[in-house]
């Protein structure tokens, strides 16, 4: 069986590590997507606000706030966009409070390029 390959997406990257958020961005580039970046929750609102998104990445722990209001305020403003969550904590409990905000997958750092387009995929093609 044949997988499709993957239209390119608008994500928005919230990251706050600079060598973190660039390693990923080189990542999601290579695979075909536009990326806009932000490296504070206050940023990645800007982009929410102005900005068309199919899909945001986003760190749990950013200098002024967390990626948690971040996912339920994306809720609010673009139902539709969906989330993946960043974190270096990935027990039972961190998973669902990720879940639990609306996010739809919750990756461990450090993140490898395979495990991000799976979770991009498996995202973007669930209902």
Same mark, same amino acid.
């Given at each position: 069986?044949?997988?499709? *390959?993957?239209? *390119? ?8 590590? *600079?060598?973190?958020?660039? /390693? ?6 290579? /695979? ?5 970046? /932000?490296?504070? &929750? ?5 982009? $929410? ?10 760190? $749990? ?8 209001? +971040? ?5 609010? +403003? ?28 919750? &990756?461990?750092? *450090?993140?490898?390029?395979?495990? &991000?387009?799976?979770? $991009? ?7």
């Amino acid at each position: 069986m044949e997988v499709e *390959p993957q239209k *390119p997406l608008k994500i928005l990257l919230v990251e706050d590590d *600079p060598p973190t958020r660039a /390693a990923l961005q080189s990542v999601l580039s290579m /695979a075909g997507h536009t990326t806009a970046t /932000a490296d504070t &929750l206050a940023a990645a609102l800007e982009h $929410i606000r102005g900005d068309q998104l199919d899909l945001m990445i986003s760190d $749990i722990q950013l200098p002024d706030g967390d990626g948690l209001t +971040l996912m339920r305020q994306l809720r609010v +403003l673009k139902p539709v966009v969906r989330g993946i969550a960043l974190s270096g904590f990935g027990t039972d409990e961190d998973v669902d409070r990720s879940h639990q905000a609306g996010f739809r997958e919750h &990756l461990v750092k *450090p993140i490898d390029g395979q495990s &991000l387009a799976d979770a $991009i995929r498996r995202t973007t093609l669930t209902s």
